[in-house]
């Protein structure tokens, strides 16, 4: 009895945390993108969901977990594998684009919403790429991989972890591409999104850094951006 109570106290802090973080991101989506669009107050609740997003992880390992801040080591390999596993998803993500996307896409939709996400213009695109590519993945990993992913795994078994952290990483982007693209398109981008959250997961759990995962999601982000450029401006 005694052990069953324990490990139903040990179950409870992981899962508060995942309960504390996984909806941020989607209540961000919506204020923005849905119930206050293009208005001060839509991108202070969207500012205010990234900010928590940044500052729980930090604060529970400080304050629940009682650990200390270190980096992610670096020095335990994966780069090869995840070099490889970017440009697979990426090779993926091209071929998906010929011979689906393009045929599903409305081009003139898409060059819209980049307008009104401010980055519909080559030199803001650009701005926008540098920033998701080597700030906005860096931070993601942090939060789905570091955080999302162990906390997961003190809950179920590792391989479940997996899947379950790609599933919380896949969450506020159905929502997202759904505002921006009918259903085929929708399904389509989330199940890519869903495997690189996994492949991300898996390459965290493998060598435990973040540094890896990120390498690859940078790789896999270049490759949708170009297809955004494509898009939306056509060379």
Not at 70 to 81: E, W
Not at 118 to 136: K, M, S
Not at 139 to 161: D, N
Request: hydrophobic share 55%; charged share 10%; glycine share 8%.
């Amino acid at each position: 009895m005694m052990q069953n109570i324990d490990r139903q106290s040990e179950m409870r802090l992981p899962g508060a945390a995942l309960l504390l973080i996984v909806p941020a991101p989607s209540l961000g989506v919506w204020a923005a993108m849905i119930a206050w669009p293009d208005t001060g107050m839509g991108k202070t609740i969207f500012f205010a969901c990234k900010a928590w997003m940044l500052a729980l992880p930090v604060l529970w390992l400080l304050l629940v977990d009682r650990g200390r801040l270190s980096l992610s080591p670096a020095r335990r390999g994966g780069f090869g594998i995840a070099v490889l596993l970017g440009l697979i998803i990426s090779a993926v993500v091209a071929a998906a684009y010929l011979l689906l996307g393009r045929h599903w896409i409305d081009s003139a939709h898409v060059r819209e919403m980049a307008d009104q996400n401010g980055i519909g213009t080559p030199r803001l695109y650009l701005a926008g790429v540098a920033y998701w590519v080597l700030i906005n993945s860096v931070l993601e990993e942090y939060v789905y991989r570091w955080f999302i992913f162990r906390k997961c795994e003190a809950l179920m078994p590792s391989g479940v972890a997996v899947l379950g952290s790609a599933a919380a990483f896949t969450i506020h982007h159905v929502l997202a591409l759904r505002l921006q693209f009918d259903w085929n398109v929708t399904i389509l981008a989330s199940m890519g999104i869903l495997i690189g959250g996994a492949v991300w997961s898996w390459l965290y759990l493998k060598y435990r850094s973040v540094w890896p995962g990120y390498l690859s999601h940078a790789i896999v982000d270049i490759a949708v951006f170009a297809v955004g450029w494509l898009i939306i401006f056509g060379a």
